[in-house]
């Protein structure tokens, strides 16, 4: 019916070519009265329709029949409630809700394991505990992420540093070009994206940071596989598509104290574009926390001497001891296994290695 009226208004006269768009501003200022609010999408020239009930299925599609015979750019506004239909999480934190873990359906109640002894930390928690010591030291570090305080860590900082925090939303792109704008100013932004999210920003990172050299530390969270997140999240590209890009270091720690180092290393004087990737959960280290140490950038070294076969990786994120039991269980010769940096990668660390083993 709307549609109908829309194309009648084009055709009268008396209002000449200008009926449509009386029409149009006394239909926006009708529903800003109505909305108490004023709509951007109609002052961008979308028709806006809503909101109605995201949960009404049926009402739903027939809304979504209607709209799809009207011409035009359009927009329809749902509303939902996150874990509709199940109490709990209707009326409990949206955040705790969003990945809860094992719980009790019963109940709503979250069940936490007590483990026996300490255990590793997860690799977020050494990122969020990290920044906020060297930020502590530094008055120049500021933290960004694009909506995802929580799976990244990063509202330690909010916590403890509110003014030096900030989330900006679901805006990857936005993220990176924030934090080039603090770094051309002097400041040291440390920019947590996942690393299969960082994708959307890769513009971003190629002309507004590494162009222009300017000293932005990205920290890339669920680097490979990333489990129980699904395969939106897993980290499968990022050492190739920074690779390539001028003035990027890439980086990826061994373990947690490792990256503890890195973070150290990343935010001092005189760096560029710096890139820190690590793997989503649990590493292998309970103690940790050391005094930092300037990582060398480029240098690769032997972690484990063996007979046979040599292994260079860029990658390790368990134990050397623990990978060569396994290569011994399968009758395998214990590897000569050499850790290097994804770039600059240390040719001659390669070279010496593979030159002592027949593999």
């Known amino acids: 019916m709307k549609d109908e009226v829309w194309k009648v208004l084009g055709k009268l006269s008396k209002f000449g070519p200008n009926a449509q768009a009386i029409a149009q ?9 109505l909305l108490k609010q004023s709509n951007l999408f109609e002052s961008l020239k979308f028709r806006y329709f809503g909101p109605v009930d995201g949960h009404d299925v049926e009402r739903l599609v027939k809304v979504l029949k209607d709209l799809r015979d009207i011409p035009g750019p359009k927009l329809l506004h749902t509303v939902t409630v996150k874990g509709k239909g199940y109490a709990p999480a209707e009326v409990g934190s949206p955040t705790v809700w969003h990945a809860p873990g094992l719980f009790n359906k019963e109940t709503g109640e979250i069940i936490k394991v007590v483990p026996k002894s300490p255990q590793p930390p997860k690799y977020q928690d050494v990122f969020g505990h990290t920044i906020v010591e060297l930020a502590e030291k530094n008055d120049r570090i500021v933290g960004i992420t694009p909506a995802m305080p929580t799976g990244c860590s990063l509202n330690i900082m909010m916590k403890a540093m509110p003014d030096r925090a900030f989330d900006v939303g679901i805006a990857e792109q936005h993220a990176v070009t924030f934090s ?7 400041m040291v932004p440390f920019c947590n994206i996942y690393s299969s999210f960082m994708q959307r920003a890769y513009d971003q990172v190629v002309h ?15 680097g490979g596989l990333a489990g129980a997140d699904g395969p939106t999240h897993h980290g ?8 390539c890009i001028p003035n990027m270091i890439v980086s990826a720690p061994m373990n947690e104290e490792e ?3 890195l973070m150290a290393t990343a935010q001092l004087k005189d760096q560029g574009p710096f890139s820190i990737r690590y793997p989503r959960g649990e590493g292998v280290m309970t ?12 240098t690769g070294r032997r972690v484990r001497t063996g007979n046979d076969l040599a292994v260079s990786a860029s990658v390790i994120s368990t134990s050397p001891r623990r990978g060569s039991m396994r290569y011994r269980r399968k009758g395998i010769p214990s590897p000569t296994t050499t850790c290097v940096s994804p770039k600059p990668i240390d040719g001659c660390c390669c070279t010496r290695s593979s030159a002592s083993s027949s593999m």
């Open 25 to 33: 501003k006394f239909d926006a200022a009708l529903k800003t009265a």
């Open 180 to 186: 080039a704008g603090l770094a051309t100013q002097g």
């Open 208 to 222: 507004d940071v590494a162009l222009q050299n300017l000293h932005v530390v990205f920290c890339l969270d669920r």
């Open 236 to 243: 499968a590209f990022d050492i190739a598509y920074f690779r």
């Open 259 to 261: 990256l503890h180092n």
């Open 287 to 298: 103690e940790w926390k050391t005094r930092s140490r300037r990582s060398t950038i480029g």
